[in-house]
C-alpha cells in the first residue's frame, strides 16, 4: 500500500511516504527533509512555492508569502497585483510534494493520502485543507488526522508502551502558533480527551520579539527610516525589511550555539549586538504561558503530571533548552524529545490509519470526541542523531536548571519505583529492616550521616567523589526518601564545559533492581543502552547506562548491599554524551577505588 503522509506547517512542510512494501521515508525536497511553505506568485500567475519562492522573493517581495497557513481564514491573498485564493496557495505546496512522491513512486499510484491538521481547527478550516488536497492532485477523499493524536502514534512507534488507559501529553511548539493536547489511549487507539493552543506564539513570534529589541536599540537613529522598514512602501523598503528579517532569524538560531552575535542592519543603522541571555529574557515570558497551558490541559483532562506516561515535545522550536527547563519546573516531569521533533507529527501520520473512532472515556461526566485509532506500532528507525553544535549554548542560569531537570527526572523515578501503590517496588512494610540487614552484610556499621550527609557504608560507594565535589544531604534526590530509601546524598560533581551539568545520587536502603524500572523507563533508546559489571575498593556491582533527552543517565549498585547511586549528565549543548561516555566517566572519576 502506497501512503503519502503530509505535515503541512506554517513556515515548512514535511512529507513521509511509505511505498513498495518498505516503512515510512521522508520525501526530501530542495536537498531537505523539510521544504520552505512560502509561495511566491509571477507576474503570469503562476505559483511557485519552496526554496524556488524564497529566492524570487528577494526580486520581488511584494509578491511573496512566507506562511500562506497562517492566511487560512482569508478567502484571498493579495500577492503584489495578484489575487490568489487561499486555498489555491496551499494546494501549490501540496502539489509540490505531490510531485516528489509521484516521481519515486515511478507510475505506482497513490493509495491513500494523509493530511494533518491542529487538533483546533474546525469544519471550516478542516474543509479548505481538504479542497487544497483535492485541487494538488492528491485524490478525492484525503484523510485529515489531528497534530497531536499523530505525535502520540510517532511516540507509540518508537518503542514506548501506550496501553489502554494510558495518557500522553503532547507539546507542540511550532512557527506560527502553539498546541497542547492530552491524548487518551483505549483499545482500538487514540482520542483527544484536552486540548488548548496559544495563536501568538511561535517561532515567528519569537523572531518578532527579536526584531522588536533590536529596533529599541536603533530606532532613535533615524526613526522615520525605521517606521519605513516596519511598513514598506516601496520595493527598496520591502526589499530591506526581508532582509532585516532575515539577518534577524539567522541571529535567533546563531544564539543557540554562541552566547553572543551581531545582526547586520541597513544604514543608518549602526550593527546591534545581542546575547543569548536577553533572548531568553524575551521569549520566557511566553514559553512560561506555554508551560502553563499544558499543566492546565492536563487537569482539563482529569490526569496530574505523575499520572501521564508522558509529555512529548513536537515542533522544531521545541528543542530550545528552556522548553524542557520550563516545562520540568511546571509539572515535575522531563518531556521526551528525538532529534528531529518537527518531522514527528509527519511519521506518525503513517501509524494512523483512517477507521472506526475509538470511544473515548468519560471526565467529569462529559463525553469528549474521538479521534482515529492507530496500528500497532510499526518498526520504524529514526533518522541517525545530528552532530552536536559545536558552539557555546550556555542556557539562563544553568546551575538552576540542572537542579530542575534532576529534581524532575527523580520525581518520576519515584513514580515509577512505586509501582503505583504506597510501598516501593519489591518491598513490604518492614522494607527499613531488610534493607538495614542487607546493608550491615556487606558495609560496616555505618554510625549516624557525617556533616555531607554520608555513612560510613555509603560512603565507601561514593568512594573521592565527596573531595571532588559539594555534597549535601538529600539535595535533588531528596523525595526519592518517600519510596524507601533511608539515606540520600546528592553531589554535584565539578564540570569541564559551560554547557554541561553533573550530579551524582547515592541512595542507601534502596538497590540496583528497585531503581532500575524507573530509570529504564527515563531512557530514549536513541542511543541504546550498556549494561555491565563493575568492582573497586572491595565492593561489585552492576551498571545501566542510557540517555535521555539532551542527558545521560547511568544507575549503578552494589550487588550485595542496597546502596547505589544515580549519574545524571545534562548537556545544554547538544543532544547529551553517549551511554558509552557515561560507562568511561564512571570507570574513571566515579567508580569505588577510581
Known amino acids: 500500500m502506497n501512503v503519502l503522509s503530509i505535515d503541512l506547517g506554517t513556515s515548512s512542510t514535511v512529507a513521509v511516504l511509505s511505498a513498495f512494501g518498505r516503512g515510512p521515508r521522508v520525501i526530501e525536497i530542495d536537498g531537505s527533509v523539510t521544504m520552505s511553505s512560502a509561495i511566491f506568485a509571477g507576474e503570469d500567475g503562476t505559483l511557485v512555492v519552496g526554496q524556488d519562492a524564497e529566492r524570487r522573493a528577494r526580486l520581488d517581495p511584494a509578491r511573496f508569502e512566507p506562511n500562506p497557513k497562517r492566511r487560512i481564514d482569508d478567502a484571498t491573498l493579495l500577492l503584489g497585483d495578484t489575487v490568489v485564493e487561499v486555498t489555491d496557495a496551499l494546494a501549490a505546496v501540496l502539489r509540490r510534494v505531490a510531485e516528489e512522491a509521484h516521481r519515486q513512486l515511478a507510475g505506482q499510484p497513490l493509495d491513500q493520502v494523509r493530511l494533518s491538521h491542529p487538533a483546533r481547527w474546525g469544519a471550516t478550516r478542516q474543509q479548505l485543507l481538504r479542497q487544497a488536497a483535492i485541487k494538488a492532485g492528491l485524490g478525492a477523499d484525503p484523510v485529515l488526522i489531528p497534530e497531536p493524536v499523530a505525535a502520540a502514534a510517532h511516540y507509540a512507534s518508537l518503542g514506548r508502551a501506550l496501553a489502554p488507559g494510558s495518557t500522553l501529553a503532547v507539546y507542540d511548539l511550532g512557527a506560527g502558533t502553539f498546541d497542547c493536547a492530552v491524548i487518551g489511549v483505549t483499545d482500538r487507539g487514540f482520542t483527544v480527551l484536552a486540548d488548548n493552543g496559544l495563536p501568538d506564539l511561535g517561532s515567528l513570534d519569537i523572531d518578532q520579539a527579536l526584531l522588536e529589541h533590536v529596533g529599541r536599540q536603533v530606532s532613535h537613529t533615524d526613526p522615520a527610516q525605521w517606521q519605513r522598514m516596519l511598513r514598506p512602501g516601496s520595493l527598496a523598503d520591502w526589499r530591506t525589511r526581508r532582509a532585516l528579517l532575515q539577518d534577524v532569524r539567522e541571529a535567533k538560531e546563531t544564539l543557540s550555539r554562541h552566547a553572543h552575535t551581531e545582526v547586520p542592519m541597513p544604514e543608518p543603522f549602526d550593527d546591534v549586538l545581542v546575547t543569548r541571555a536577553e533572548l531568553e529574557a524575551l521569549v520566557r515570558p511566553n514559553l512560561l504561558r506555554s508551560a502553563e497551558m499544558l499543566a492546565a490541559t492536563i487537569r482539563d483532562a482529569g490526569r496530574t503530571p505523575q499520572q501521564l506516561t508522558g509529555v512529548y515535545l513536537v515542533g522544531g522550536p521545541s528543542r530550545m533548552p528552556l522548553v524542557a527547563t520550563l516545562l520540568a519546573e511546571q509539572l515535575g516531569v522531563l518531556p521526551t524529545s528525538q532529534d528531529q521533533p518537527e518531522t514527528a507529527v509527519a511519521f506518525g501520520l503513517h501509524h494512523v490509519p483512517a477507521g472506526p473512532p475509538p470511544t473515548p472515556p468519560a471526565i467529569d461526566g462529559r463525553t469528549l470526541p474521538a479521534m482515529a485509532p492507530a496500528t500497532p506500532p510499526a518498526a520504524w528507525q529514526p533518522p541517525p542523531p545530528r552532530p552536536k553544535p559545536t558552539g557555546v549554548r550556555t542556557p ?42 542487607q546493608v550491615a552484610a556487606t558495609c560496616s556499621p555505618g554510625g549516624e550521616p557525617d556533616a555531607e550527609g554520608f555513612t560510613s557504608c555509603l560512603r565507601r560507594l561514593a568512594g573521592t567523589v565527596p573531595d571532588a565535589g559539594t555534597c549535601e544531604s538529600g539535595g535533588a534526590g531528596a523525595p526519592i526518601e518517600e519510596a524507601g530509601a533511608e539515606n540520600v546524598v546528592t553531589c554535584k560533581l565539578p564540570s569541564d564545559s559551560t554547557t554541561s551539568g553533573r550530579s551524582v545520587i547515592y ?51 552494589a550487588d550485595d548491599a542496597e546502596i547505589c547511586g544515580l549519574l545524571v549528565w545534562i548537556d545544554f549543548g547538544g543532544s547529551g554524551p553517549t551511554p558509552q561516555e557515561m560507562v568511561d566517566y564512571f570507570e574513571q572519576s566515579l567508580k569505588p577505588g577510581a
Request: charged content about 15%.
Open 507 to 557: 541512595y542507601e536502603g534502596m538497590s540496583f533492581d528497585e531503581l532500575k524500572p524507573g530509570v529504564e523507563s527515563q531512557m530514549d533508546g536513541s542511543d541504546g543502552t550498556l549494561d555491565g559489571t563493575w568492582s573497586g575498593a572491595g565492593l561489585s556491582g552492576r551498571y545501566l547506562s542510557g540517555t535521555a533527552i539532551g542527558m545521560g543517565i547511568m544507575l549503578f549498585g
Open 396 to 437: 539562563l542560569l544553568i546551575g538552576a536548571g540542572v537542579g530542575v531537570l534532576v529534581a524532575a527526572l527523580v520525581i518520576t523515578l519515584l513514580a515509577v519505583t512505586r509501582g503505583g501503590s504506597g510501598d516501593p517496588v519489591g518491598t513490604s512494610g518492614n522494607a527499613a529492616q531488610v534493607s538495614t540487614r
